[in-house]
């Protein structure tokens, strides 16, 4: 079993900038993907960004060039900074482990006020 701990959320004003964290514990193999889904309300949850075992990320479109993830594989965290906040990016974030199985936290609340 694996368990998922976000921390980081909160408000933040249009253009600034938060960090989000994310620590894994359990039974982890060491080929994994982790990385930061998020869902608004009345929306689909989608993807904001995965970070794989072996150094590869991927972004969705509408944060690229604004946020930027980062694991430490020793540790089994994963870090999400967020900058030029907008608005639109206010969500649920969640964190994100997959290594055959999928794991996910209960979610962390950003806020932005434009």
């Known amino acids: 079993q694996v368990q998922l701990v976000e921390s980081g959320g909160g408000l933040v004003q249009a253009g600034g900038s938060l960090r989000l964290s994310c620590a894994a514990s359990g039974n982890i193999f060491l080929s994994n993907h982790m990385g930061w889904y998020r869902q608004a309300p009345g929306k689909q949850r989608e993807l904001v960004a995965i970070?794989?075992?072996?150094?590869?990320?991927n972004y969705a479109d509408s944060v690229k060039g604004r946020f930027t993830i980062s694991r430490d594989n020793a540790k089994n965290t994963v870090h999400l900074q967020m900058s030029s906040l907008k608005p639109e990016d206010t969500a649920l974030y969640y964190c994100?482990?997959?290594?055959?199985?999928?794991?996910w936290g209960k979610g962390t609340q950003v806020t932005v006020s434009s």
């Open positions: 970070a794989t075992s072996d150094g590869r990320t």
């Open positions: 994100y482990l997959s290594h055959g199985m999928v794991y």
